[in-house]
């Protein structure tokens, strides 16, 4: 499994059995290169969207993915969407100019959520 991440609380983190890809990316950015490993065969293990914090209000975004035998169409569906609906609240609102303190109150919900999913496979 992989975990794919613009979080910097996962820098320095340690899972068994899970790759962490840490990226210095923008939170659509993090979407697309999920998207593009969905298409190279993973699928997804996290939903992209997970958590009540909407995506135009935080910067962070760490997905869960796997390899899989063959190209998984509800994955490629569920990150397409998540995109999509991405690009629809990024449009109607953009996200404000946080403090460190909210920016990092953001990371512990992200790394909590992710953390606690990982601990359930």
Do not use: C, Q
Not at 32 to 50: A, F, Q, S
Not at 105 to 111: H, T
């Amino acid at each position: 499994m992989k975990l794919v991440t613009n979080n910097p609380k996962f820098r320095d983190a340690k899972f068994r059995n899970i790759e962490i890809e840490f990226l210095d990316n923008s939170y659509l950015e993090i979407l697309i290169k999920v998207r593009d490993y969905i298409y190279e065969g993973w699928e997804l293990m996290t939903h992209p969207l997970y958590g009540s914090v909407k995506p135009n209000e935080t910067i962070y975004r760490s997905i869960v993915i796997r390899e899989s035998r063959s190209l998984n169409i509800f994955s490629t569906n569920l990150i397409s969407e998540a995109i999509e609906t991405y690009r629809k609240f990024k449009k109607n609102k953009l996200i404000p100019n946080w403090s460190n303190s909210v920016k990092d109150d953001f990371s512990v919900i992200d790394f909590d959520l992710i953390k606690n999913a990982i601990t359930r496979m």
